[in-house]
């Protein structure tokens, strides 16, 4: 079973920055694509940013682009999420996962990390 293990997250005021981190218990961690999602309250979870195994192409939502930048450390089993110039409706709990087309590879979700951003 694959662990999935989120930190980093906080609360910051508008404008300010956080950097998430996201470790999985797999093998051949870089084998998989990896993204992150969120889930704010009383919405579905949405997909934020993406990298890939090989190569490490990335892709954001357009409500993120230009101010997260998404990497991945491929010797730590670890891919990070550094957002900045936060906004309130940033606030979700973030969760990481390998998104595989119209579904996830990884069948448990791991506990996510709350990023909280204040006017």
């Known amino acids: 079973e694959v662990q999935l293990v989120e930190s980093g997250g906080g609360l910051v005021q508008a404008g300010g920055s956080l950097r998430l981190s996201c470790t999985a218990s797999?093998?051949?961690?870089?084998?998989?694509?990896i993204g992150w999602f969120r889930q704010a309250p009383g919405k579905e979870r949405e997909g934020v940013s993406a990298?890939?195994?090989?190569?490490?192409?990335?892709n954001y939502a357009d409500s993120v682009k230009g101010r997260f930048t998404i990497s991945r450390d491929d010797a730590k089993n670890t891919v990070y999420l550094q957002m900045n110039s936060l906004k309130p409706e940033d606030t979700a709990v973030y969760y990481c996962?390998?998104?595989?087309?119209?579904?996830?590879?990884?069948?448990?979700w791991g506990q996510g990390t709350q990023v909280t951003v204040s006017s």
């Open positions: 797999v093998f051949s961690f870089d084998d998989y694509a």
């Open positions: 996962n390998a998104p595989l087309g119209v579904t996830v590879a990884f069948q448990y």
């Open positions: 990298i890939t195994s090989v190569g490490g192409s990335t």
